[in-house]
Nanobody
Framework: QVQLVESGGGLVQPGGSLRLSCAASGSIVFSNFDMGWYRQAPGKERELVATVSRGGSRNYADSVKERFTISRDNYNYAVYLQMNSLKPEDTAVYYC????????????WGKGTLVTVSS
């Protein structure tokens, strides 16, 4: 069984910063997985925020480029999302995702952490 547990969400003012963390545990070889962050705002579909491949390649949604940075720690089985210059439209539940690099049918999701950007 695999668990992804997000943390670090909360309330922040516009222009502020937050760092989200995702800890993976269980029957997973972390370095074999591409990791990502997705988000879902109220009334909207879940969307990609950022991904980092097992090889370290990063990909970002246009809306967060230059503001968010994704990173991974294969030793500690963790992935992070540093979010700077936050905007009200960044308000959403943020989900951690793990996709096997060798079997596209194997993917895991965390339960999410809420980020609210408001003054």
């Amino acid at each position: 069984q695999v668990q992804l547990v997000e943390s670090g969400g909360g309330l922040v003012q516009p222009g502020g910063s937050l760092r989200l963390s995702c800890a993976a545990s269980g029957s997973i070889v972390f370095s074999n997985f591409d990791m990502g962050w997705y988000r879902q705002a109220p009334g909207k579909e879940r969307e990609l925020v950022a991904t980092v491949s097992r090889g370290g390649s990063r990909n970002y949604a246009d809306s967060v480029k230059e503001r968010f940075t994704i990173s991974r720690d294969n030793y500690n089985y963790a992935v992070y999302l540093q979010m700077n210059s936050l905007k009200p439209e960044d308000t959403a539940v943020y989900y951690c995702n793990a996709n096997s690099a060798f079997n596209s049918a194997i993917r895991y999701w965390g339960k999410g952490t809420l980020v609210t950007v408001s003054s």
